[in-house]
T-cell receptor, first 113, second 114 residues
Framework: AQTVTQSQPEMSVQEAETVTLSCTYDTSENNYYLFWYKQPPSRQMILVIRQEAYKQQNATENRFSVNFQKAAKSFSLKISDSQLGDTAMYFCASADLTNKLIFGTGTLLAVQP | KAGVTQTPRYLIKTRGQQVTLSCSPISGHRSVSWYQQTPGQGLQFLFEYFSETQRNKGNFPGRFSGRQFSNSRSEMNVSTLELGDSALYLC?????????????FGPGTRLLVL
């Protein structure tokens, strides 16, 4: 069974600085998909970025980028130029063979003014 | 395109009652998945429907059931409510449910069981 681990329950960053959220996963599959979702206080789950495992290039989406290390089974999220609106719970997730999303326990990110 | 909508947004029920939650997917999406989010257990998969058929089911008791209509709208039902069923219930839709697709989430229904 796939597992996703987020070892940082909470993190804090100053506005305009850069922060990296960690995620490790375990899977026996060769091709798979990884996601970062953001859940602000409104509780709406919003896709931040996705990575296809067979692609070598790290995904980027504006201020958000990932560092995907396939051999190490690591999938960290880097947020550059942090903004107050980035304050949220961030979930790392993988999609299993049936497209069920397996979520980590989340990292609560607070952006300080 | 309108996003995923869920109704109602909030519900208060008492133990032993039953409840029905509704989810309307993004137009054109035929796959709907349901997740339960609690502080203790995190986000857990309940089930997935595609073209009115349950295609996948998580590890939840039979009190949790669902269905999907021909217009892809989905409902989930919880019978004989227990205190532990208090949670945020999220539904997500995607085009065909392929794992290469992104699942788009609704705002959730917050259920409180007293």
């Amino acid at each position: 069974a796939q597992t996703v681990t987020q070892s940082q329950p909470e993190m804090s960053v100053q506005e305009a600085e850069t922060v990296t959220l960690s995620c490790t996963y375990d899977t026996s599959e060769n091709n798979y998909y990884l996601f970062w979702y953001k859940q602000p206080p409104s509780r709406q789950m919003i896709l931040v970025i996705r990575q296809e495992a067979y692609k070598q290039q790290n995904a980027t989406e504006n201020r958000f980028s990932v560092n995907f290390q396939k051999a190490a089974k690591s999938f960290s999220l880097k947020i550059s130029d942090s903004q107050l609106g980035d304050t949220a719970m961030y979930f790392c997730a993988s999609a299993d063979l049936t497209n069920k999303l397996i979520f980590g326990t989340g990292t609560l990110l607070a952006v300080q003014p | 395109k309108a996003g995923v909508t869920q109704t109602p947004r909030y519900l208060i029920k008492t133990r032993g009652q039953q409840v029905t939650l509704s989810c309307s997917p993004i137009s054109g999406h035929r796959s709907v998945s349901w997740y339960q989010q609690t502080p203790g257990q995190g986000l857990q998969f309940l089930f997935e429907y595609f073209s009115e058929t349950q295609r996948n089911k998580g590890n939840f008791p039979g009190r949790f059931s669902g269905r999907q209509f021909s217009n892809s709208r989905s409902e989930m039902n919880v019978s004989t409510l227990e205190l532990g069923d208090s949670a945020l219930y999220l539904c997500a839709s995607s085009s065909t449910g392929g794992r290469e697709e992104t699942q788009y989430f609704g705002p959730g229904t917050r259920l409180l069981v007293l």
